[in-house]
């Protein structure tokens, strides 16, 4: 079986529904999830809206793909990543799909690669509307993507230092869906294993991502909600490796 890493990714790029700033941050992200084997960004690059786009072209080897607008108020771009998906679908040249857009047309198309066997993978802005972020199998919004990291030492305790408004609040709602996540995977005395507590919440929550939350990865965010889990660190043996528990605290 291939490693997660080895998969070959499509990365398919709307420029004119993604902001240019960060978009080291977003392919050093992709590059956490697999190769990106193909990189296309599709705009009207006759308009001088998407030209804060074009030093990232050549510093990142993307492919910029022209799509003028036919008719004023019309979005062209969507019809052109679509009509290309398909064609890189068929090719059978990759493993998933990397869908950078916070426009909400591009709901159908996740559908349809899913359908079809493909890992999809949806970037976008927290603006972005719900059906095209469910439609994913992971989306990962851009406000959370290249920020610092914080020393493992303190990963325990200290959330990240992002912006406030870029945080969202720990509700009951979510804390909800950690309980029941651990309790659908729970053994007979109570204990899940971590990781696929992590991977099941994905599945429930295709945005869930514990930077949303301030925390750099899910152990400190659950450790921080010390009066809801407890937590069990078991050491592998003949290695250094720890295996996260998580049961709910009675």
């Known amino acids: 079986m291939r ?4 998969l070959n990714l499509a990365v398919l790029i709307d420029a004119d529904n993604i902001p240019y700033s960060n978009i080291k941050g977003m392919l050093d992200e992709i590059a956490k999830l697999g190769v990106p084997t193909i990189k296309r960004i599709y705009g009207d690059w006759t308009k001088p809206t998407v030209s804060g786009w074009k030093p990232a072209l050549l510093e990142h080897a993307i492919t910029p793909v022209q799509q003028y607008s036919y008719t004023s108020g019309k979005n062209a771009t969507d019809s052109a990543m679509i009509i290309d998906a398909m064609d890189i679908l068929h090719s059978q040249k990759v493993d998933g799909f990397c869908l950078v857009s916070s426009d909400s047309d591009f709901t159908r198309l996740a559908i349809r690669l899913r359908e ?6 949806g970037i976008g802005e927290k603006k972005t509307p719900n059906p095209f972020i469910v439609a994913c199998d992971k989306f990962i919004y851009i406000e959370i993507i290249g920020t610092p990291e914080i020393s493992m030492s303190a990963a325990v305790t200290m959330p990240l230092p992002v912006e406030t408004s870029k945080i969202d609040s720990i509700d009951k709602k979510f804390i909800r869906l ?32 514990p930077r949303n939350y ?7 965010l659950i450790k921080s909600l010390h009066e809801h889990f407890d937590i069990d660190e078991r050491e592998v043996e ?9 049961k709910i605290k009675k």
Do not use: C, Q, R
Request: net charge negative; aromatic share 8%.
């Open 178 to 209: 950690l309980k029941s996540s651990v309790e659908d995977l729970a053994e007979d005395n109570g204990w899940a294993f971590l990781a696929e507590v992590g991977a099941l919440i994905i599945k429930k929550k295709p945005d869930f991502d």
């Open 238 to 246: 003949n290695t250094h490796i720890k295996h996260i528990y998580v």
């Open 3 to 6: 490693e997660k890493n080895d």
């Open 214 to 220: 301030g925390f750099p990865k899910l152990t400190p």
């Open 116 to 121: 079809s066997g493909m890992l999809v993978i």
